[in-house]
């Protein structure tokens, strides 16, 4: 045996003798502008598996980024084995024995598994590579772990799913004794979920010690002996899984009632705005559909289940292969973002960063990027119209930033959402599509923009919204559809269904 | 509220760094031609001045047309080749007896049509701006050479010669062409919606489309500037060394590169400003000039050009660090 075993055994002894390995004494981060983590207080225990939970934006990526030094820390302390540690370069991290699984695969796509399995630590004899030993056993370690990968492959040649299992093999294979796991399974199968499972649970028979972040409560209560619970960049508190509930984690994760997040008015729903008959693309299929001015078309399902698929498509990125789009009645050939916003379409996309914004550009040249056709009416664009419609929107949408010249990629992801949602604002739409709004936004910014969902329909629009966080859909949409695999597989009125239907449907048990 | 606080200041702070960028620039120049001033007995002469106006004018038109290019994260590396061939086309053209504007029309639309070309490699055929313009460098080269066959085309029309010699106003005409192509780019990229469209289209192409903007459009219109600012002073250094030759002009491009960086270009895109990359074509000219004054070996000069780049986009990226 090779591998995770023969490395990981000679720790054992050690680990599971000693009480925490890993202490946090009054950690802080700031950054300018954001307390990202307030000082925090906690001792993971050496070979227990850890949960993190928090809503987007509450730290827990902050608290990666400083235990694997990636970025330092603003004060307080980090105590490894009962010393203090700098842990200021990723490097200390992994000679300490930290190794962290991100959400994203951060490894080489173009080289094949195993050379990213050794990635660093190639197998050399007198200075060359030593490819074919280096596939061999990264085919065993793979097989050991029951994961049905080729070691030969180019990387990018798996699916993402496969490709977090790999970055998992590697990362175990490392005489890790720390090993973060950053909501792993959001792009695993149920399949890939259950081998991951499995390689936790023998790293932790093995005295590894498992920080565990995810939003699946199923997940944590599967998995974790502990859970510590972040709220907003503080750390609320600590319950063995034993002792606790879900009810009570999810009160400590927002703290505050439902209603007084998710602000909902009632209207009375108006004419139909747009309607999907029978709409076919790329990654979903014969999906149908209608919004009415006033209301609010909920989307639910599992990451990757063809949602941002059709609204992109109804936006004209993509053309649909059959089906048909309605407008307000009329039949509509939509081929371009710019024929989808000419009829009054906008859409906030799922990725700010990638899709949503140019981040090196000013704030008021984002706010404005949509109607430099109305700025610009005489050919020269109007310095004061551009200046005063920047400065509204930064007033109107309370946008937290040093003013319109300020760069975008200066301010906190709240605040640059809500320039996403600002700049079709101006624009003027009546049908607004949202992909994921609130994905890192903080619980008092995902309040202000629901606020907004209400402007929007009191002015007659109707908005589509994608959420694949339930409770968001659940409060907010007066219809909820539910997409799995492509297709929509079911439809509810406001409320008229339980969570546990929903998600069901969504995961198709 | 201290968080707002903090983040005016550190805005601010950037701001007066980005201003002092610009005028460090100025000054530098200033520096320079005081410093030659003194060194040289012959810098500031009338003829000096006249000569070294003359030498920046043709980068500098390089340069304005590169850095559109540039903000919209691409290159042309094909510009000196546009200028070199465009040199032989004019002159055939003038050779084949058609009156001065027709030919310069012609030439231009040659311009045109080279970088719609380029637009059309990057947009539809999906290829590298690096690509498609290194393509084109020596391709047209070597058309050029192919029809002159090596030859040197010389230019017999007096009026089109004399453009170049002569003044307006007692500074060269050459020069006067900078104002001209200058003052419409800058009304374009600082003040009309297609500057900030290609401000937009730099800086996040996807997010730029699914705004509404026409990217396509846009780099067509970059690559076609590039190509016609490139053609245009093709005509310029026909006219001033009264030949047309597919030779000429052979490492320009990098000169232009060079001074639109020295001029605060990102090659990163979405950075960059008509202003800067004409101080920084002339910082250049003056260097090249004031060693040819001091009797420098010209090789130092391009040592010299070499290290003013890093010096100067190492401190600018340090301002871009300090955000």
Redesign the interface.
Same mark, same amino acid.
């Given at each position: 045996m090779i591998g995770i075993v023969s490395r990981a055994d000679t720790h054992v002894a050690e680990t599971r003798a000693a009480g925490p390995i890993l202490e946090l004494v009054g950690l802080e981060k700031r950054y300018?502008?954001?307390?990202a983590l307030k000082p925090a207080t906690l001792a993971f225990e050496a070979g227990e598996i850890h949960a993190i939970v928090g809503e987007n934006g509450a730290g827990k990526s902050t608290l990666i980024k400083l235990l694997t030094g990636v970025i330092p820390r603003t004060s307080g302390e980090i105590v490894w084995q009962g010393k203090p540690t700098d842990l200021s370069t990723p490097h200390e991290a992994i000679a300490l024995g930290i190794n962290a699984v991100h959400q994203e695969v951060v490894l080489c796509r173009h080289l094949t598994v195993a050379a990213n399995m050794f990635l660093g630590e190639e197998k050399r004899r007198f200075g060359l590579l030593q490819h074919r030993a280096m596939v061999r056993e990264a085919q065993v370690i793979l097989d050991d772990l029951g994961f049905e990968i080729p070691a030969h492959v180019p990387l990018g040649s798996l699916t993402i799913g496969q490709q977090q299992l790999v970055a998992t093999a590697r990362a175990a294979t490392r005489g890790t004794r720390f090993l973060i796991f950053d909501e792993p399974t959001a792009y695993l199968t149920r399949r890939e979920a259950a081998q991951l499972f499995a390689l936790i649970r023998r790293l932790e028979a093995e005295g590894v010690t498992i920080v565990y972040i995810s939003h699946r409560m199923e997940e944590v209560f599967e998995l974790a002996a502990r859970v510590s619970i972040l709220r907003d960049g503080t750390l609320v508190g600590t319950r063995r899984i034993s002792e606790t509930n879900e009810a009570e984690l999810i009160g400590l994760m927002i703290n505050r009632s439902l209603e007084q997040i998710y602000h909902k008015d009632s209207f009375t729903p108006g004419a139909t705005i747009l309607e999907a008959r029978h709409l076919s693309g790329k990654g979903f299929e014969d999906v149908s559909m209608t919004v009415r001015a006033g209301e609010i078309v909920g989307l639910y399902g599992l990451i990757g289940a063809g949602r941002s698929e059709f609204v992109t498509t109804l936006?004209g990125?993509e053309a649909p292969s059959e089906g048909q789009i309605l407008w307000e009645g009329q039949p509509v050939n939509i081929r371009s973002?710019?024929d989808a916003?000419?009829l009054g379409i906008a859409?906030a996309?799922e990725s700010r960063r990638?899709? #949503? +914004?140019?981040?090196?550009?000013p704030v008021g040249?984002n706010l404005?990027?949509?109607i430099?056709?109305r700025?610009?009416r005489t #050919? +020269?664009?109007s310095?004061s119209e551009e200046a005063s419609a920047a400065e509204r929107q930064i007033a109107d949408l309370r946008i937290?930033?040093?003013?319109r010249?300020?760069?975008a990629?200066?301010l906190s992801g709240g605040n640059q959402q809500k320039i996403v949602i600002g700049?079709w604002l101006s624009h003027g739409a009546r049908l607004f599509i949202f992909d994921e709004p609130t994905v890192g936004v903080d619980v008092g910014t995902k309040a202000e923009i629901y606020r907004l969902f209400s402007a929007l329909l009191s002015n007659g629009a109707g908005i589509i919204l994608i959420s694949s966080y339930l409770p968001e859909v659940y409060e907010l949409a007066d219809r909820l559809h539910v997409f799995r695999r492509g297709k929509l597989v079911a439809s509810h009125d406001y409320r008229s269904a339980s969570h546990e239907e929903i998600l069901g449907e969504a995961i198709g048990i | 509220m201290s968080e707002s606080e903090e983040i005016k200041k550190a805005a601010l702070s950037r701001g007066r760094f980005n201003m002092l960028f610009g005028l460090t620039l100025l000054g530098l120049l200033l520096l320079l031609w005081v410093a030659l001033g003194f060194a040289t007995t012959s810098f500031w002469s009338a003829n000096n001045i006249s000569n070294l106006l003359r030498q920046g004018a043709m980068i500098a038109i390089l340069a304005i047309g590169q850095t559109f290019v540039i903000i919209t994260g691409g290159i042309d590396l094909s510009v000196g080749a546009i200028t070199g061939f465009t040199s032989v086309i004019v002159a055939l053209l003038l050779q084949s007896g058609l009156p001065i504007w027709a030919a310069v029309i012609l030439t231009l639309m040659l311009g045109a049509g080279i970088g719609i070309f380029h637009a059309f490699g990057i947009v539809q055929l999906g290829l590298p701006p690096f690509i498609i313009t290194l393509a084109t460098l020596t391709s047209l080269r070597g058309i050029g050479l192919l029809i002159t066959n090596g030859a040197t085309i010389s230019i017999t029309n007096d009026t089109f010669t004399e453009f170049s010699r002569n003044d307006f106003l007692g500074i060269p005409n050459l020069f006067w062409m900078v104002i001209v192509v200058g003052l419409p780019a800058w009304v374009l990229l600082h003040h009309s919606r297609f500057g900030r469209y290609l401000y937009a289209v730099g800086s996040n192409a996807e997010a730029a489309r699914l705004s509404g903007i026409n990217v396509k459009g846009i780099i067509y219109l970059a690559y076609t500037i590039s190509a016609v600012c490139a053609s245009f002073v093709g005509l310029l250094l026909a006219a001033r060394i009264g030949i047309g030759n597919a030779t000429q002009a052979e490492g320009w491009e990098l000169q232009a590169i060079a001074s639109s960086v020295i001029g605060g270009t990102s090659l990163f895109g979405a950075v960059g400003s008509v202003h800067g990359p004409l101080l920084g074509a002339f910082i250049l000219a003056t260097i090249n000039n004031g060693a040819n004054l001091m009797n420098v070996n010209s090789f130092w000069q391009r040592i010299i050009t070499g290290v003013l780049i890093i010096v100067i986009v190492y401190f600018d990226q340090l301002r871009r660090r300090g955000r």
């Amino acid at each position: 045996m090779i591998g995770i075993v023969s490395r990981a055994d000679t720790h054992v002894a050690e680990t599971r003798a000693a009480g925490p390995i890993l202490e946090l004494v009054g950690l802080e981060k700031r950054y300018v502008g954001t307390h990202a983590l307030k000082p925090a207080t906690l001792a993971f225990e050496a070979g227990e598996i850890h949960a993190i939970v928090g809503e987007n934006g509450a730290g827990k990526s902050t608290l990666i980024k400083l235990l694997t030094g990636v970025i330092p820390r603003t004060s307080g302390e980090i105590v490894w084995q009962g010393k203090p540690t700098d842990l200021s370069t990723p490097h200390e991290a992994i000679a300490l024995g930290i190794n962290a699984v991100h959400q994203e695969v951060v490894l080489c796509r173009h080289l094949t598994v195993a050379a990213n399995m050794f990635l660093g630590e190639e197998k050399r004899r007198f200075g060359l590579l030593q490819h074919r030993a280096m596939v061999r056993e990264a085919q065993v370690i793979l097989d050991d772990l029951g994961f049905e990968i080729p070691a030969h492959v180019p990387l990018g040649s798996l699916t993402i799913g496969q490709q977090q299992l790999v970055a998992t093999a590697r990362a175990a294979t490392r005489g890790t004794r720390f090993l973060i796991f950053d909501e792993p399974t959001a792009y695993l199968t149920r399949r890939e979920a259950a081998q991951l499972f499995a390689l936790i649970r023998r790293l932790e028979a093995e005295g590894v010690t498992i920080v565990y972040i995810s939003h699946r409560m199923e997940e944590v209560f599967e998995l974790a002996a502990r859970v510590s619970i972040l709220r907003d960049g503080t750390l609320v508190g600590t319950r063995r899984i034993s002792e606790t509930n879900e009810a009570e984690l999810i009160g400590l994760m927002i703290n505050r009632s439902l209603e007084q997040i998710y602000h909902k008015d009632s209207f009375t729903p108006g004419a139909t705005i747009l309607e999907a008959r029978h709409l076919s693309g790329k990654g979903f299929e014969d999906v149908s559909m209608t919004v009415r001015a006033g209301e609010i078309v909920g989307l639910y399902g599992l990451i990757g289940a063809g949602r941002s698929e059709f609204v992109t498509t109804l936006f004209g990125r993509e053309a649909p292969s059959e089906g048909q789009i309605l407008w307000e009645g009329q039949p509509v050939n939509i081929r371009s973002p710019r024929d989808a916003i000419d009829l009054g379409i906008a859409l906030a996309p799922e990725s700010r960063r990638d899709q #949503g +914004l140019c981040l090196n550009l000013p704030v008021g040249l984002n706010l404005n990027l949509a109607i430099y056709d109305r700025l610009a009416r005489t #050919g +020269l664009v109007s310095r004061s119209e551009e200046a005063s419609a920047a400065e509204r929107q930064i007033a109107d949408l309370r946008i937290k930033t040093a003013g319109r010249h300020a760069l975008a990629s200066s301010l906190s992801g709240g605040n640059q959402q809500k320039i996403v949602i600002g700049k079709w604002l101006s624009h003027g739409a009546r049908l607004f599509i949202f992909d994921e709004p609130t994905v890192g936004v903080d619980v008092g910014t995902k309040a202000e923009i629901y606020r907004l969902f209400s402007a929007l329909l009191s002015n007659g629009a109707g908005i589509i919204l994608i959420s694949s966080y339930l409770p968001e859909v659940y409060e907010l949409a007066d219809r909820l559809h539910v997409f799995r695999r492509g297709k929509l597989v079911a439809s509810h009125d406001y409320r008229s269904a339980s969570h546990e239907e929903i998600l069901g449907e969504a995961i198709g048990i | 509220m201290s968080e707002s606080e903090e983040i005016k200041k550190a805005a601010l702070s950037r701001g007066r760094f980005n201003m002092l960028f610009g005028l460090t620039l100025l000054g530098l120049l200033l520096l320079l031609w005081v410093a030659l001033g003194f060194a040289t007995t012959s810098f500031w002469s009338a003829n000096n001045i006249s000569n070294l106006l003359r030498q920046g004018a043709m980068i500098a038109i390089l340069a304005i047309g590169q850095t559109f290019v540039i903000i919209t994260g691409g290159i042309d590396l094909s510009v000196g080749a546009i200028t070199g061939f465009t040199s032989v086309i004019v002159a055939l053209l003038l050779q084949s007896g058609l009156p001065i504007w027709a030919a310069v029309i012609l030439t231009l639309m040659l311009g045109a049509g080279i970088g719609i070309f380029h637009a059309f490699g990057i947009v539809q055929l999906g290829l590298p701006p690096f690509i498609i313009t290194l393509a084109t460098l020596t391709s047209l080269r070597g058309i050029g050479l192919l029809i002159t066959n090596g030859a040197t085309i010389s230019i017999t029309n007096d009026t089109f010669t004399e453009f170049s010699r002569n003044d307006f106003l007692g500074i060269p005409n050459l020069f006067w062409m900078v104002i001209v192509v200058g003052l419409p780019a800058w009304v374009l990229l600082h003040h009309s919606r297609f500057g900030r469209y290609l401000y937009a289209v730099g800086s996040n192409a996807e997010a730029a489309r699914l705004s509404g903007i026409n990217v396509k459009g846009i780099i067509y219109l970059a690559y076609t500037i590039s190509a016609v600012c490139a053609s245009f002073v093709g005509l310029l250094l026909a006219a001033r060394i009264g030949i047309g030759n597919a030779t000429q002009a052979e490492g320009w491009e990098l000169q232009a590169i060079a001074s639109s960086v020295i001029g605060g270009t990102s090659l990163f895109g979405a950075v960059g400003s008509v202003h800067g990359p004409l101080l920084g074509a002339f910082i250049l000219a003056t260097i090249n000039n004031g060693a040819n004054l001091m009797n420098v070996n010209s090789f130092w000069q391009r040592i010299i050009t070499g290290v003013l780049i890093i010096v100067i986009v190492y401190f600018d990226q340090l301002r871009r660090r300090g955000r």
